[in-house]
């Protein structure tokens, strides 16, 4: 069954506690100062006013220090760190290379505490003051992502403005990560605040001594689902997310930026971690060798789901070529995707590269035309379509354009760097609000891929399965590899009760079952987990040898992806 709540135990010694009350009981009396950094999403005046309040119950005076009140002005903070580039590109922002001491002109000096007195700095930054205890208290980013969409949230360094996406995506979360991943090895005490009146505390040498634990063995992020005005509603009726909700759109099964991994014994005790700091304090164990060579750091698979069922087209767009990508945006690798179709038909349909007798001037023009006097287009006069059949992969380098048709449910493994959809055309669909969605169509006709059409399409990017090797009731095929594509996918067919034996060899996989009840996963060291319909699954690639087993009595199949040799 379907998990929407996956958690794993602390390790042994660490403490896991919830409240206000629970978090002031690990502080000594005073006199010390304690630096509580993170997001500007975390609700400060709750968290200064909570350990205040039981830290005074306690018998400790309180001097609180609030960082927010310090940043440079907003121009200065703006002129930092956007160039006239960005400023002219309503939809993108190069990637924010600042550290964090470039959103303030002075730091101020906190008071020398005595007695028994807490002096508490808190807010964005607190850990550039001098401090003799480190926290981070942390709110997942979709609450970030949801605030400022709502109009209720705000950027870094500019508490009095409203809030835009384009620089939380672009500025603000590249600066904080980096700020947070230097902050990982030395800190005290990390708090999840997601109910800022009950939050949960998990001591820093326990917490790393778990992410020590889960960096070797599998584990599974917490999934959820935002949604947008194209999505469908399977997610909700198949794996049990918000029936509330407008719909189901966009899924996130591990997309490692934004990614969470819950530490806990149950709901009430649980704090999430982002996975990145797996990634952060144990590339090696997580990526491997080879892997953390050409990324570094970075987790350079996601695995997502596009929900079109009873739901819409997605637009018609492209991801950045990879020299567009380091130079415009940033970002040291392009975006290539695949789209394997967890629930299609041949009379559903995914848009997928160029015609043949495509005329790119004409489809400028009526790109133009639709963008900016509202004429429809019809993006099959330019672009493919191709049966969704269940079951079938399709490739998609950087640049191709694509989209899954409606009435689809495609699992998207693709490349990390997910905020680049170059559109080309989205249907004259407003978005939630009733505006026109956002068409940055001049970077997608900067990055199309006009070479690979027709037939070559065809044969390049809708692979046929073949068999790389089979066992009794068992094989695994290769689905899709390209040569300018870093990683490939494969599938293992199980019949019922079936067995077969894996091995990481030094780079990560990422499982997802796609067919059948599940697996069972058996590393070497004698870890045990299960995985249902729809999980998707990391196996670090300090995992090594492996066996799965088919669970049920139907027969069952496993994707997987990994970095190519």
């Not at 002096?119 to 992502?145: C, I, N, Q, S, T």
């Not at 591990?254 to 709901?267: F, K, M, R």
């Not at 939630?432 to 070479?451: F, T, V």
Request: with cysteine.
């Amino acid at each position: 069954m379907y998990r929407l709540d996956p958690r794993y135990a602390p390790a042994p010694g660490a403490v896991l506690a919830t409240g206000w009350q629970a978090a002031a009981a690990q502080l000594p009396p005073g006199p010390v100062t304690v630096a509580v950094d993170g997001p500007p999403t975390v609700d400060w005046d709750a968290l200064a006013a909570g350990l205040t309040a039981e830290l005074t119950a306690r018998g400790s005076a309180v001097r609180a220090l609030d960082l927010r009140a310090h940043h440079a002005p907003p121009t200065a903070v703006r002129h930092r760190t956007e160039s006239p580039e960005d400023a002219a590109d309503p939809y993108y922002a190069k990637l924010a290379e600042n550290p964090l001491r470039d959103f303030f002109d002075d730091l101020p000096r906190p008071p020398r505490p005595t007695g028994r007195e807490v002096v508490l700095v808190h807010g964005p930054g607190a850990a550039l003051l001098p401090h003799d205890l480190l926290w981070y208290a942390d709110l997942p980013k979709r609450h970030a992502e949801a605030a400022v969409a709502a109009g209720t949230g705000h950027n870094l360094g500019l508490p009095h403005r409203k809030g835009e996406l384009r620089r939380l995506f672009y500025i603000d979360w590249p600066v904080l990560d980096r700020h947070r991943d230097t902050l990982a090895p030395r800190l005290d005490a990390w708090l999840d605040t997601q109910d800022p009146q009950r939050p949960t505390y998990i001591d820093g040498s326990g917490l790393r001594a778990t992410l020590t634990s889960l960096a070797r063995r599998p584990v599974r992020t917490r999934p959820y689902f935002n949604s947008t005005p194209w999505g469908g509603h399977w997610a909700q009726r198949r794996l049990g997310f918000d029936p509330t909700a407008r719909n189901t759109a966009l899924g996130y099964e591990l997309i490692a930026p934004e990614a969470g991994v819950l530490i806990g014994t149950h709901p009430g005790l649980q704090a999430e971690i982002p996975f990145q700091l797996l990634c952060v304090l144990h590339p090696a164990a997580m990526l491997g060798p080879p892997v953390t060579a050409r990324f570094g750091t970075s987790f350079p698979i996601r695995f997502d789901y596009l929900d079109t069922a009873d739901g819409g087209n997605l637009s018609v767009h492209c991801h950045p070529k990879e020299r567009y990508m380091k130079e415009r945006f940033g970002w040291s690798y392009t975006q290539h995707e695949t789209y394997y179709m967890t629930l299609g038909s041949p009379d559903t349909r995914v848009f997928l590269g160029l015609r043949e007798d495509a005329d790119l001037d004409l489809f400028r023009k009526e790109i133009e035309e639709a963008a900016q006097d509202g004429v429809p287009m019809d993006p099959e006069d330019h672009v493919m379509t191709f049966p969704a059949e269940q079951g079938r992969l399709f490739m998609i380098p950087a640049g191709t354009p694509h989209a899954s048709g409606a009435g689809n449910v495609v699992l998207e493994i693709s490349a990390t760097p997910y905020l680049y959809s170059l559109r080309f055309y989205d249907w004259l669909r407003p978005d939630a609000d009733g505006r026109p969605r956002p068409l940055p169509y001049e970077h997608g006709l900067a990055n199309l891929e006009s070479e690979r059409r027709g037939d070559a399409v065809a044969h390049d990017l809708v692979q046929e399965p073949r068999t790389l090797r089979t066992g009794s009731g068992w094989r695994e095929e290769l689905l899709g590899a390209l040569d300018e594509m870093f990683y490939e996918v494969r599938r293992h067919v199980f019949d019922a009760g079936a067995e077969a034996d894996d091995d990481t060899a030094d780079r990560f996989h990422v499982l997802n079952v796609v067919e059948g009840e599940g697996v069972l996963l058996t590393t070497a060291a004698g870890e045990r987990h299960a995985l249902s319909w729809a999980e998707t699954l990391t196996v670090p690639a300090a995992v090594g040898p492996y066996r799965l087993a088919a669970i049920g009595e139907a027969p069952v199949k496993v994707v997987k992806a990994l970095v190519r040799p």
